[in-house]
C-alpha cells in the first residue's frame, strides 16, 4: 500500500543529545513536509521540500535541521538548540510543490526530551 | 498574512445528533485555497475536502457536508446523523500567497459523540 511511514512512533532522548526522525514515503510526491503540533494547537511548519536536494525553512525551524537525498525520504533532525523539543511530529507529502495540494500525513511520532 | 480561528475549541454531542464545526478564515489574496483534515486518536491526518476561493459551491459527501461562504469568510463543516467513529479533532486550514505557499492551520476542534 502506498503511504507515509514515520519510525519510531514514541522516542524518548536526554536533554542535549540529537536525535532524527525517519519520514518515507512511497507515493511518488514532490513536496515533504515536516510539522509540530503541541497540545491544544494547530499544526506548525518546521521544514518544507519541494524537490530532492532543496528544502526552506517554515515558521519555526531553529533548533532543527533536514536533508532531501531522496525523493521517497525526508528526515528530521532535532538538535540540542531547540529549546522545548518534546512534541508530537508529523511528516507529510504532496504530488506537487504547491499548497494547494492536499497533504498526506504519516502517522507521527511522539518525542519526549527530559 | 493569513490567519485561521476555529472559536470552537471543544464540542460534545449525543450519536445521531447533527453538529456544525466553525472555520473562518483571513487573508489578502483573492485566490486561495481551504481545506479540512481529521486527526482520530490515532494521530494522523486525513484530508477530508479542499475548496478553492472560486468556487462557492457548497458540497456533501454522504454525512459530510461544507459550508463556504466568502461574504463571512467562512467554511464550516457539518456532520449529519453523527456517529462514535467521528470522535476527532478536526483542523481547517488555508494556503494563499502564491509563492509561498505554506499551509496555515486552525488550531482544531474537539469532537467528542457520545454513544
Known amino acids: 500500500d502506498g503511504g507515509i511511514t514515520q519510525s519510531p512512533k514514541y522516542l524518548f532522548r536526554k536533554e542535549g543529545q540529537n536525535v532524527t526522525l525517519s519520514c518515507e514515503q512511497n507515493l511518488n510526491h514532490d513536496a515533504m513536509y515536516w510539522y509540530r503540533q503541541d497540545p491544544g494547537q494547530g499544526l506548525r511548519l518546521i521544514y518544507y521540500?519541494?524537490?530532492?536536494?532543496?528544502?526552506q525553512k517554515g515558521d519555526i525551524a531553529e533548533g532543527y535541521s533536514v536533508s532531501r537525498e531522496k525523493k521517497e525520504s525526508f528526515p528530521l533532525t532535532v538538535t540540542s538548540a531547540q529549546k522545548n523539543p518534546t512534541a508530537f511530529y508529523l511528516c507529510a507529502s504532496s504530488i506537487g510543490p504547491r499548497g494547494r495540494n492536499e497533504q498526506y500525513f504519516g502517522p507521527g511520532t511522539r518525542l519526549t526530551v527530559t | 498574512a493569513q490567519k485561521v480561528t476555529q472559536a470552537q475549541t471543544e464540542i460534545s454531542v449525543v450519536e445521531k445528533e447533527d453538529v456544525t464545526l466553525d472555520c473562518v478564515y483571513e487573508?489578502?489574496?483573492?485566490?486561495?485555497?481551504l481545506f479540512w483534515y481529521k486527526q482520530p486518536p490515532s494521530g494522523e491526518l486525513v484530508f477530508l475536502i479542499r475548496?478553492?476561493?472560486?468556487?462557492?459551491q457548497n458540497e456533501i459527501s454522504g454525512r459530510y457536508s461544507w459550508n463556504f461562504q466568502k461574504s463571512t469568510s467562512s467554511f464550516n463543516f457539518t456532520i449529519t446523523a453523527s456517529q462514535v467513529v467521528d470522535s476527532a479533532v478536526y483542523f481547517c486550514?488555508?494556503?494563499?500567497?502564491?509563492?509561498?505557499?505554506?499551509?496555515?492551520f486552525g488550531t482544531g476542534t474537539r469532537l467528542t459523540i457520545i454513544p
Open positions: 475548496r478553492n476561493s472560486f468556487d462557492e
Open positions: 521540500s519541494q524537490i530532492v536536494n532543496d528544502f
Open positions: 487573508t489578502r489574496d483573492t485566490t486561495y485555497y
Open positions: 486550514a488555508l494556503t494563499a500567497n502564491f509563492g509561498n505557499e505554506k499551509l496555515t
